[in-house]
């Protein structure tokens, strides 16, 4: 089964930008579908963003549209979510994760958005 590590939250400002990375390991991951996710205290997970094996198609929740940059690098077997002008709602666990998903999750990574 694939793992998944998330990296590259913090603490930022509103305004502020981001770059959450995952890398694969035990799995190569170029085949697959790719989503990133979030999880609120109190509230439900919400899938961010989702990319295509290619990297040539996305599509991303509207509460993040336009802020938010889906990409991929299979060569290092990697996804990227680059969050430009973050705000204080985008504060949450984020996880990536394979479509269709596994049926445990890493440790993800905490994005928190605070002046």
């Known amino acids: 089964q694939v793992q998944l590590v998330e990296s590259g939250g913090g603490e930022v400002q509103p305004g502020g930008s981001l770059k959450l990375s995952c890398v694969a390991s035990g799995r190569d991951i170029s085949s697959a579908a790719m989503a990133w996710y979030r999880r609120a205290p109190g509230k439900e997970r919400e899938r961010v963003a989702r990319i295509n094996p290619s990297g040539d198609y996305t599509d991303y929740a509207d509460s993040v549209k336009g802020r938010f940059t889906f990409s991929r690098d299979n060569a290092k077997n990697a996804v990227y979510l680059q969050m430009d002008d973050l705000k204080p709602e985008d504060t949450a666990r984020y996880y990536c994760?394979?479509?269709?998903?596994?049926?445990?999750w890493g440790q993800g990574t905490q994005v928190t958005v605070s002046s």
């Open positions: 994760d394979t479509i269709p998903g596994r049926p445990t």
